[in-house]
């Protein structure tokens, strides 16, 4: 079987020629991934595509997905305001607000955290990729947002959630 891999400077096999196998039978082929600076990679990415496996009576194609990971590791701090921030005195930042930091790819949840006095939430040792930080507090609207961590620095995020002071509420009575 012929092994045809897809054009990516990062990736090889270690053989393009595979012998036949028996029905019922198996075979063992090695990917090898060496990406370098320069193969504009993201950490934590998913890479996807297929590999060609066939001869001249048969083929087939196997999809892949492989997720470009690093040691790097950064520190999210995670700023919550609102209008007061901006207009009332002592320009108060929106303390004890729920923050939720996801994968961006899977929607994993990756940490949780409260808003402290200051309004603000930190999470340390993220590693580098791209993450949903989604942010919400009582009578106030949600923000969300994706982010990059990049690593060996700390990253910020400024939310700013709409402040709700006003509530309608409408009550239907039934009448004759």
Do not use: C
């Not at 994706?146 to 700390?154: G, P």
């Amino acid at each position: 079987l012929d092994v045809l891999l897809p054009p990516l400077p990062w990736l090889s096999a270690t053989s393009t020629k595979l012998a036949s196998v028996a029905p019922g039978g198996e075979t063992s082929l090695m990917l090898l991934l060496k990406p370098k600076s320069t193969d504009g990679l993201v950490p934590g990415t998913p890479y996807t595509g297929t590999i060609g496996l066939g001869n001249s009576g048969y083929g087939m194609s196997v999809p892949f997905e492989f997720r470009y990971v690093t040691d790097g590791k950064g520190d999210l701090w995670v700023v919550v305001e609102d209008e007061y921030t901006y207009y009332a005195e002592g320009s108060p930042r929106v303390a004890g607000a729920r923050v939720t930091v996801r994968d961006a790819y899977t929607g994993d949840q990756v940490a949780t955290g409260v808003a402290d006095a200051g309004g603000v939430a930190r999470f340390t040792d993220l590693p580098e990729s791209y993450y949903r930080v989604e942010v919400s507090a009582e009578k106030h609207s949600s923000y969300s947002e994706v982010q990059f961590i990049h690593a060996a620095q700390v990253n910020s995020v400024v939310a700013f959630l709409y402040r709700q002071t006003v509530e309608y509420n409408w009550t239907v009575v039934p009448t004759e």
